[in-house]
């Protein structure tokens, strides 16, 4: 297939005013009626409008009958000659068939346990109706619905409804991708919300009979996101109503359609009984993540599909705002930097690298990755540090004002920046266009005479596919200095880094300070310093900026780590185990935070650690690593975990606060550590006891490791044999804590179970997922990880080609290992490439993977 090209970018040749569409559901055989209002924008030309799978019952043009012959029709295109068209306004009519019950792929319309839903994003309207499927083509919707089921919904406000019919009207001109259409049998829990202006908002959200009441928190979370959203922002809603719908089956996380935003159920419905902790940290944040793309993506959309983290890197920068704000900031800042370095720093190492902005695509689905997201993200807080807070504001103002309604650009993005702050960003929009994570390289000289500390950072980022030289970036690094006792002697300041080589320079200080660089992660690079494991303890202990003490620790932790796996060291580090003392007798003040410094590095980021520094990780000797020093750290501390694991306890009801979720998250990170030694006793008995999901699963987590959880496992299946949600959990838990040496034949135990409906996503999620993520158990030297991964992706491919291709992703680190375990993966990819039959979008991602 050919690829589409940012370059080759031209506009529509039409206006879209406004369209109105019809629908007569059925499972097999549902009819679409679509009125287009178009108009030539710049005299004659061809029109093109998008359709796949559908079945044209007939074609009108200003209500008269189109002769067949006058149409071209592919199977992706419906095109009418310029000659066969008015020089003027004309409409456009089609009746389209569609199969919703067939489509397993579940992009356009679709079925999910009996009920009628939609997903557009990117481009499954064509799956709907012939169209302009492209974001810069924006009009007014009007939908008719009829259909027996008893709840019908789409986008806008409610205009009138009856028996087997309702219909909607979104006065909002939008994009195809943001249409959505549901019907089902469905119960609403339902609030209201007042804006600033004083207008009322009916606020909905539908779940299938018998989840109603587990929307309570989702339903906080969003009259806090629209709170949120109008303070920081000065954003208001802009309808009448305001509804989400939970579905079982769900390609993803969630989907911003206007006014009608549909989420995948395990990010809306919680309980204390069938979610964790992380599950309710998740809902808050997507919940808010889709709210607010209402102005940043809806409002405001995309010009084209080459600039989605236009809408995607500044939406989650919005919600990881919310996030900071909602909860303790420094912990989310954590947790982010967490996730970022696992998922995007992994694929901008890897063949799967590109830019934030990319130029080039065969299929758009494999581009909503954690660079567009994550990175597009902290681009955008680079920007923020860059101009300060007021800048930002100005810049964001400016940016609503001038850009309302439109389909924008990253171009357009960086002007209301140049133009609200008087700053050029010529150079800075290369964090747009170039991939790779740079490593910025730290010297330290100290001149006790003269009192002078001087840092000389150097700045390198290696080639990726497709792009064999880079350019210097802007880099903002914040930091400050520290004195022998620990206190400040130079506080956080700024310093922008434009150059391949730089220095900072520090006078008049009166001993040796030791620096605190890139706090809060001012910029997402890989820092490189040659310090001590001293050093690094040292900050540990005493950095006044929460981020960087974490990243000190987990420094020490990684550093120690990567010895003991590659052999260079013998025993784990008495400097690292000596420097969690301090850290538990103060993990009462914070212990969100003490539970962060508590978890070890990954066995995926000591083997990217391995590999950056130029050696081949082993994934057995990693796992063995870690779990020999979790040992060690537990043997020499065992006494302060086991009484704070005792004094952590929570007697009071559940709260998916911060507060209680940090000390739980404090206590069960204690039982991680005391687990290597007490032999599974404390999590039998916090099993038994267990009143919520967290404990529940992290105790499940545990006996698994020690190889009690025969019973436990069983009594939990029995349990919740009727909670998709939950028994998504019990095949997630076994994958990720199998064996090593089991894990493949593990998986392929739990595939052949009757509860593996490997046709909802969340469970072949579950499943593939978790194997995915046993790194030494995927990657185990037999190639029987890869081996049943492939089976099932190839297996998943013809059913639906967006899950397979994201889940091919597992292989994106595979040049990392040595040449035997090279050989397997290359091996498995080609056996997908060669599949027949095989989908654009696998087939995209194998022969990137392969390149
Ligand atoms: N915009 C959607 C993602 C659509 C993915 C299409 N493959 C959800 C979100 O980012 O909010
Ligand atoms: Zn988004």
Not at 598 to 625: F, K, M, S, V
Not at 670 to 677: A, I
Request: hydrophobic fraction near 40%; include cysteine.
């Amino acid at each position: 297939p050919q690829p589409t090209l940012l370059a080759d970018y031209r506009p529509y040749p039409f206006t879209l005013d406004h369209v109105s569409l019809t629908f007569r559901l059925a499972p097999k055989g549902t009819r679409v009626c679509a009125k287009l209002s178009l108009a030539p924008k710049d005299g004659p030309a061809d029109l093109v409008l998008d359709g796949e799978d559908l079945r044209l019952i007939s074609i009108a043009l200003d209500g008269t009958a189109l002769d067949p012959a006058t149409l071209t029709l592919t199977d992706r295109q419906l095109t009418l000659p310029a000659a066969a068209l008015p020089a003027g306004p004309f409409t456009l009519e089609t009746e389209v068939e569609i199969d919703p019950e067939a489509n397993t792929a579940l992009e356009g319309l679709y079925l999910s346990g009996g009920m009628f839903c939609t997903q557009c994003e990117a481009e499954g309207f064509r799956h709907i109706t012939y169209y302009p499927d492209r974001p810069d083509v924006m009009a007014r919707f009007d939908v008719r619905i009829e259909s027996d089921m008893p709840v019908l919904l789409s986008n806008g406000n409610p205009v009138a409804q009856g028996a087997g019919w309702a219909e909607w009207r979104d006065p909002w001109p939008k994009p195809a991708y943001l249409f959505a259409l549901v019907a089902g049998n469905l119960v609403a829990l339902r609030d209201d919300f007042i804006t600033a202006s004083g207008r009322t908002v009916d606020l909905a959200i539908w779940v299938r009979p018998g989840d109603e009441d587990r929307c309570a928190y989702a339903m906080d979370a969003l009259k806090r996101s629209m709170a949120w959203d109008e303070s920081t922002y000065g954003r208001e809603y802009d309808l009448d109503v305001f509804n989400i719908v939970a579905v079982d089956d769900f390609n993803m996380g969630a989907m911003e359609n206007k006014g009608l935003n549909i989420f995948n159920a395990k990010l809306v419905l919680a309980s204390p009984e069938t979610a964790t902790d992380t599950d309710y940290e998740r809902i808050e944040s997507v919940i808010a993540h889709e709210y607010f793309h209402n102005w940043t993506g809806n409002r405001i959309t995309c010009r084209d599909w080459f600039q989605l983290c236009l809408k995607e890197g500044l939406t989650v920068f919005r919600d990881q705002q919310f996030s900071a704000d909602e909860r303790s900031a420094a912990v989310r800042r954590i947790e982010d930097v967490l996730a970022l370095r696992a998922r995007q720093f992994r694929e901008d190492a890897g063949p799967l690298a590109h830019p934030v902005r990319p130029e080039s695509y065969v299929e758009i689905n494999n581009f909503y990755t954690a660079t567009v997201y994550e990175k597009g993200a902290e681009v955008i807080g680079m920007l923020r540090r860059l101009v300060g807070p007021e800048g930002y504001r100005r810049a964001l103002d400016l940016y609503f004002d001038r850009h309302d309604g439109q389909a924008a650009t990253i171009e357009d993005w960086l002007k209301v920046f140049e133009d609200a702050c008087d700053r050029d960003l010529t150079q800075f929009k290369r964090w747009y266009t170039e991939a790779g994570t740079p490593r910025l390289h730290v010297t330290e000289d100290w001149d006790a005479e003269a009192g002078r500390f001087t840092l000389e950072f150097t700045q390198e980022t290696a080639a990726t596919p497709g792009q064999p030289v880079k350019g210097a970036r802007v880099i903002p690094v914040e930091l400050g200095l520290l004195g022998p006792n620990g206190d400040e002697v130079q506080p956080s300041t700024l310093i922008e880094i434009t150059e391949p080589r730089q220095s900072a320079v520090f006078e008049g200080l009166s001993a040796r300070p030791v620096p605190s660089i890139l706090r809060g992660f001012s910029a997402p690079v890989i820092l490189e310093r040659e310090t001590t494991q001293a050093a690094r303890a040292f900050l540990f202990a005493h950095d006044t900026d929460p981020f960087n003490r974490w990243e000190a620790g987990r420094n020490l932790a990684r550093t120690a780590l990567m010895a003991l796996a590659r052999g260079a060291a013998t025993a784990p580090d008495p400097e690292l185990i000596a420097a969690y003392g301090p850290l538990l007798r103060d993990a009462e003040t914070d212990p969100a935070f003490a539970a962060l410094c508590l978890r070890l590095p990954g066995e995926d980021e000591i083997a990217a650690a391995l590999h950056g520094a130029g050696h081949t990780p082993d994934p057995a000797e990693i796992h063995a690593a870690r779990a020999r020093l979790a040992r060690a750290i537990a043997q020499a501390h065992e006494e302060a975990l086991a009484a704070l694991y005792i004094r952590m306890k929570d007697d009071g009801p559940y709260s998916p606060d911060a507060g209680p979720a940090g000390r739980r998250a404090l206590r069960l990170a204690c039982l991680g550590l005391l687990n290597r030694l007490d032999n599974g006793a404390r999590a039998q008995a916090l099993f038994a006891e267990a009143g919520n999901m967290t404990e529940s699963l992290s105790a499940l987590a545990c006996l698994i490791e020690t190889n009690k959880a025969a019973g436990a496992l069983a009594e939990f299946r029995d349990r919740w044999a009727g909670e998709r949600l939950v028994m998504d959990k019990w095949f997630l838990v076994q994958m990720l804590h199998a064996a090593p040496d089991r894990a493949a034949q593990e998986a392929a135990h739990l595939a052949a179970l009757p509860e593996f409906d490997w046709k909802n996503p969340n469970r072949f999620r579950s499943l593939m997922g978790g194997l995915s993520a046993n790194h030494a158990g995927f990657h185990h030297a037999s190639g029987a990880g890869y081996r049943f991964y492939a089976d099932w992706l190839i297996r998943m491919d013809a059913m639906n080609p967006q899950i397979t291709a994201r889940m091919s992703t597992a292989f994106e680190t595979w040049p990392r290992y040595d040449a035997g375990r090279q050989a397997l993966a290359r091996a498995e990819l080609q056996r997908i490439a060669a599949t027949e039959g095989l989908s654009r979008d696998t087939g995209e991602m194998v022969a990137r993977l392969l390149a």
